[in-house]
């Protein structure tokens, strides 16, 4: 009887250990997903083409009312005669733009946004990215608290927490499948939080077929897109191969 008390103990142990790491093998398999589109838009080769054409367009709005900018040029490169830069106020905040690009770059709107960008991408912080972001909730949403999610600091976070989900999904993944010794039901296991998080590729290419992407969420969908198809056809495909095993089981047995 003893014996019997310390087995049903165990079993009921493992269930509860098997359902936790099925839980939590989906939520950082999620979470894994999150971190990597989220590290990978805050790269800044993929966020500056995205920002710089928005605050261009604010720029054109805001200041010259969709007109013509080669005033504003005219009267900087006068300025970069006798200078290699030059401080420009916009808004509440000075801007540095370069004296080379200014003359380069005939689109003037673009060099200041991509300034603004740069300015906004690079700042330092004298806090930790949990401290920033209560430090500027603190004060209110504004503009600053937008910036913090998507500089430099920001990007080196996700990173982090990009590992850290990878390591977690793996681990529950490995306790998830020790606790079920059947290869039907481990690809069920393993199937269905694949085929969860990929279904949103259906959702991204239908979006995107319907003309619902714009150009700040189309570098983020073509980094998830690829990730999302491969989850999902590899969910299909390991639900499809155990339940065809769960059901070829007992006909097997049958025929013996």
Wanted: hydrophobic content about 45%.
């Amino acid at each position: 009887m003893a014996r019997s008390g310390e087995f049903k103990l165990l079993m009921n142990y493992n269930s509860v250990w098997k359902k936790v790491s099925v839980f939590l093998f989906g939520v950082f398999l999620s979470l894994a997903m999150t971190s990597y589109a989220l590290a990978g838009f805050t790269n800044y080769d993929v966020a500056q083409p995205a920002f710089v054409s928005i605050i261009s367009g604010d720029f054109s709005e805001r200041f010259f009312g969709n007109g013509d900018t080669e005033e504003l040029r005219e009267a900087l490169l006068f300025q970069c005669k006798s200078k290699s830069s030059v401080e420009l106020p916009v808004q509440s905040q000075t801007i540095t733009l370069k004296c080379s690009e200014v003359k380069s770059n005939p689109n003037i709107l673009a060099v200041m946004a991509n300034a603004l960008f740069d300015k906004i991408y690079y700042k330092t912080y004298g806090c930790n990215f949990f401290g920033c972001i209560s430090k500027e909730l603190g004060k209110g949403v504004s503009a600053e608290t937008v910036f913090l999610f998507v500089g430099q600091k920001a990007h080196g976070f996700y990173n982090v927490l990009l590992a850290a989900a990878l390591t977690l999904t793996a681990a529950f993944g490995f306790i998830m499948l020790r606790f079920e010794q059947t290869l039907d039901v481990r690809l069920k296991l393993l199937g269905w939080p694949f085929l969860l998080n990929g279904i949103y590729y259906l959702y991204v290419f239908f979006r995107g077929q319907a003309g619902g992407l714009s150009r700040f969420t189309d570098p983020l969908f073509d980094l998830l897109s690829p990730i999302y198809l491969v989850l999902l056809i590899a969910g299909v495909g390991m639900l499809t191969a155990g339940y065809y095993l769960g059901w070829k089981k007992p006909v097997s047995k049958l025929t013996e």
